[in-house]
C-alpha cells in the first residue's frame, strides 16, 4: 500500500486515523481511504502496533507524528520472560492458519486459541493445502488431529488456497481479522488470492528442515470492503504467553470452564491439590490429555519467571 495522492490537511493540522503498516518505530496511518501518512513516535513512545486508532499530527506533506493511541478492543500479542511482541489490536477474528505441510503444531495452536479466548477474539481454525493430502493414511491423521477442536466447537475450514479461497471469503465479512500461524502454512498465498494487490511473496517449503521460510516480516492490514479488513502477520515457532496468569490460562482452555469453580480451594491452581475437580476429570477421561499436559508445561513456565522461583 503506497503513500496516497489524496489531498491532506495543512501541516499542524490533529487527525485520527487507523495503523495500517508497522515498521518498528515507523508506521503508516490511513486518515482517510486512500490518504496514507508515514509517521513516527512522539519521543520514546512504545506499544504503538498495526491495528491501533491513533491520532497524529500533520507535520509537512505526508509526513506525521503519533502523538495519541486510542482505546482498544483488543490486542494480540505474545509474551517471553525477558520481552514481547506486539502482533495486532482491535481485530475481531483470528485465523489460525494450518497446513498438511509443514506438519501441523498442536500446542502452538492451543496457545493462539488461549489469547483469542482471552481477548474476545472469535478464532476459525484454517486448514490449508487440502489439495496436497493424497494418501488415505495422511487423511486420517489430519482429520485426527484437528476433529479434537471441531468437537470443542472451534469452527474449521478447508481450502486450497492455490486453487480457490471463496469458502473463506463468507468468514471475513464484516471483520478485521488476523491471519496467523507458523512459517510455511501458505498465509502469504491466502493474502494474494484475497487481495491481488498487496503482491506479498511467497515462499517454496523446506522438505528437509519440514518448515518454511518467513516470507513477511511486517504486519500490514489490507481492506477487503469498507467494512471487512484483513491483517498479516510473520509467521512464528514459538508463542509465549507469559502475559496471561494461572486463572487467564486455565480460562483459555474452553472444555476446563465448567470445573473451574468446583474444586476444594478456591486458589486452586489445578497442578497437585487435593480436591481439584479439573484434576479429577482429567483422571476420568473427560479432558484431551496433552490439552491438560499443555495447561501444566504453561503454569510451570509462569513459575519459572516468578520471583524466588529455584
Request: include cysteine.
Amino acid at each position: 500500500m503506497s503513500v496516497g495522492s489524496a489531498k491532506r490537511k495543512k501541516a499542524g493540522a490533529v487527525l485520527t486515523g487507523q495503523v495500517v503498516a508497522a515498521y518498528g518505530r515507523h508506521f503508516e496511518v490511513e486518515t482517510a481511504p486512500g490518504t496514507i501518512y508515514s509517521c513516527v513516535v512522539r519521543g520514546k513512545r512504545k506499544g504503538i502496533v498495526c491495528g491501533d486508532h491513533v491520532e497524529i499530527l500533520s507535520v509537512a506533506g505526508d509526513q506525521g507524528i503519533i502523538e495519541a493511541t486510542l482505546p482498544r478492543s483488543s490486542l494480540f500479542y505474545r509474551s517471553e520472560i525477558f520481552r514481547e511482541k506486539l502482533i495486532a489490536a482491535n481485530v475481531t477474528q483470528l485465523i489460525f492458519v494450518l497446513a498438511v505441510v509443514p506438519t501441523c503444531n498442536p500446542e502452538l495452536l492451543d496457545r493462539c486459541l488461549i489469547v483469542a479466548e482471552n481477548q474476545g477474539i472469535k478464532p476459525l481454525i484454517l486448514l490449508n493445502k487440502v489439495d496436497l493430502i493424497d494418501r488415505d493414511a495422511q487423511k486420517q491423521t489430519v482429520a485426527r488431529n484437528l476433529l479434537f477442536y471441531r468437537e470443542l466447537g472451534y469452527p474449521m475450514l478447508e481450502v486450497s488456497a492455490k486453487a480457490s479461497v471463496q469458502p473463506l471469503v463468507p468468514f471475513l465479512n464484516g471483520q478485521t481479522s488476523l491471519l496467523a500461524g507458523q512459517s510455511g502454512v501458505g498465509k502469504s498465498t491466502l493474502l494474494n488470492a484475497l487481495v491481488p494487490l498487496a503482491q506479498q511473496a511467497t515462499a517454496e517449503i523446506s522438505d528437509a528442515l519440514d518448515g518454511g521460510r518467513h516470507t513477511t516480516t511486517h504486519v500490514r492490514l489490507f481492506h477487503l470492503d469498507a467494512d471487512s479488513s484483513i491483517v498479516d502477520s510473520p509467521g512464528f515457532q514459538e508463542f509465549g504467553l507469559q502475559q496471561l496468569d494461572e486463572n487467564a490460562l486455565a480460562w483459555g482452555f474452553i472444555e476446563f470452564r465448567p470445573f473451574l469453580q468446583q474444586c476444594k480451594f478456591r486458589d486452586c491452581r489445578h497442578v497437585s491439590e487435593p480436591g481439584c475437580r479439573l484434576l479429577q476429570a482429567a483422571q476420568e477421561g473427560i479432558f484431551d490429555s496433552r490439552r491438560m499436559a499443555c495447561y501444566h508445561k504453561l503454569v510451570k513456565n509462569l513459575q519459572k519467571s516468578s520471583p524466588g522461583w529455584k
